[in-house]
């Protein structure tokens, strides 16, 4: 940005050679002074050029010397401006796309926990009737929305060990203590667990964590586990018969 009294400046003092003139960028009026500065003229040409920026209306300097600077400042602050409204706009949008996914995520998962609830409270209805085939179909149920709840788990362990379903009975209740089932206490006196504390090796299940310690098998895991468990569901699904679920689970153990 060219300044005023600089402009005046350079007249007075370079003027006669048209200095002050290239400076606004007067580029031939600067040419036609330095050709003419032997004559003299441009020196008292210079000095009224000097008293005119002196006594001249910053507004005017600007306006007349200064107009591509202001274009260009006027410019960039539209465009500055855009931007502000556009990352405004943006913002907006995004906030309102984020807010319609949330919204939309919290509803199924609000609705997937109502859909759990009822079938595990269905199962314990059942469990209670001793109606144990209802009450193992509506688990499997619960657990296809939620196969880690380990309350669900302990709950699946005390079916099966009412069931007599030894080994089932262990694989579920060590993988309810594996994700986290804190009252452990309920593991030695809920009566549904009974048949599964008179076997031999339950005094070293607990001892061990509540994890199973098998001679000449396959250790314990929490991936086979989930693979029992998939066998179940497998099972419970229809995809599988009685005969296959056992022929698949009896390979997974050995």
């Known amino acids: 940005?060219?300044?005023?009294?600089?402009?005046?400046?350079?007249?007075?003092?370079l003027g006669g050679f048209g200095i002050h003139r290239f400076y606004l960028g007067q580029t031939v009026w600067g040419i036609i002074y330095a050709l003419l500065f032997w004559t003299g003229v441009p020196f008292v040409l210079s000095m009224l050029d000097a008293l005119l920026l002196l006594i001249m209306p910053q507004e005017v300097f600007d306006a007349k010397y200064?107009?591509?600077?202001?274009?260009?400042?006027?410019?960039?602050?539209?465009?500055?401006?855009?931007?502000r409204?556009?990352?405004?706009?943006?913002?907006?949008?995004?906030?309102?796309?984020?807010?319609?996914?949330?919204?939309?995520?919290?509803?199924?998962?609000?609705?997937?926990?109502?859909?759990?609830?009822?079938?595990?409270?269905?199962?314990?209805?059942?469990f209670k009737k001793y109606q144990f085939q209802d009450a193992e179909e509506a688990y499997f149920q619960a657990m296809e929305i939620q196969p880690n709840n380990p309350d669900l788990l302990f709950d699946m362990a005390c079916l099966f060990s009412i069931k007599e379903e030894?080994?089932?009975?262990?694989?579920?209740l060590e993988l309810a203590v594996h994700q986290g089932f804190e009252p452990v206490e309920e593991i030695q006196k809920n009566p549904?667990?009974?048949?599964?504390?008179?076997?031999?090796?339950?005094?070293?299940?607990?001892?061990?964590?509540?994890?199973?310690?098998?001679?000449?098998?396959?250790?314990?895991?929490?991936?086979l586990l989930e693979q029992l468990r998939q066998l179940d569901l497998?099972?419970?699904?229809?995809?599988?018969?009685?005969?296959?679920?056992?022929?698949?689970?009896?390979?997974?153990?050995h």
């Open 85 to 126: 409204i556009d990352a405004v706009d943006i913002k907006k949008r995004h906030q309102v796309k984020k807010s319609t996914l949330s919204n939309r995520a919290l509803t199924d998962r609000a609705k997937q926990k109502v859909k759990f609830k009822k079938y595990w409270e269905e199962g314990k209805k059942s």
């Open 234 to 253: 497998l099972k419970q699904r229809g995809l599988l018969t009685e005969l296959e679920f056992e022929d698949e689970r009896k390979k997974l153990l």
């Open 192 to 223: 549904a667990l009974a048949y599964l504390r008179i076997q031999d090796d339950f005094i070293d299940f607990a001892k061990a964590g509540f994890k199973r310690t098998r001679k000449n098998k396959k250790e314990s895991s929490p991936e």
């Open 166 to 172: 030894t080994e089932r009975a262990y694989e579920y």
């Open 66 to 83: 200064n107009r591509d600077t202001q274009v260009a400042r006027r410019n960039q602050r539209k465009y500055q401006r855009k931007r």
């Open 1 to 13: 940005m060219r300044n005023k009294v600089t402009a005046a400046l350079l007249a007075f003092f």
